[in-house]
């Protein structure tokens, strides 16, 4: 069974810049594809973006491409998600999920086994 704990979240202003990280255990972390997620409140959840096993593959959704930006480090079994410009639509909480599924590119949320607890990253304008 895999375990993910993010960590990283927090109130910050527009324009500043936070990192995220999501340690994992019990399986193999290279193993897996890795996902962030986010949910604002009275939204859905929605895809931020994915990394590929080795972290040579990234991808992003439309609204966060060019401003956050995922990796991993598979020694560590830690991935990460650096977050600059933030917005106040920004504000959610950020899900870290993981997968072995194969596909190229893994976007929707039921397409992940694991998840971690969430965590609040908060933008005040």
């Known amino acids: 069974q895999v375990q993910l704990v993010e960590s990283g979240g927090g109130l910050v202003q527009a324009g500043d810049s936070l990192r995220l990280s999501c340690a994992a255990s019990?399986?193999?972390?290279?193993?897996?594809?890795m996902g962030w997620f986010r949910q604002a409140p009275g939204k859905a959840r929605e895809f931020v973006s994915g990394?590929?096993?080795?972290?040579?593959?990234?991808y992003y959704a439309k609204s966060v491409k060019g401003r956050f930006t995922i990796s991993r480090d598979n020694a560590k079994n830690t991935v990460y998600l650096q977050m600059n410009s933030l917005n106040a639509e920004d504000t959610a909480v950020y899900f870290c999920?993981?997968?072995?599924?194969?596909?190229?590119?893994?976007?929707?949320?039921?397409?992940?086994?694991?998840w971690g607890q969430g965590i609040q990253v908060t933008v005040s304008s």
């Open positions: 990394i590929s096993r080795s972290g040579s593959g990234t």
């Open positions: 019990g399986g193999t972390f290279s193993s897996l594809r």
């Open positions: 999920a993981a997968t072995f599924r194969e596909s190229l590119v893994i976007t929707n949320a039921y397409e992940y086994n694991y």
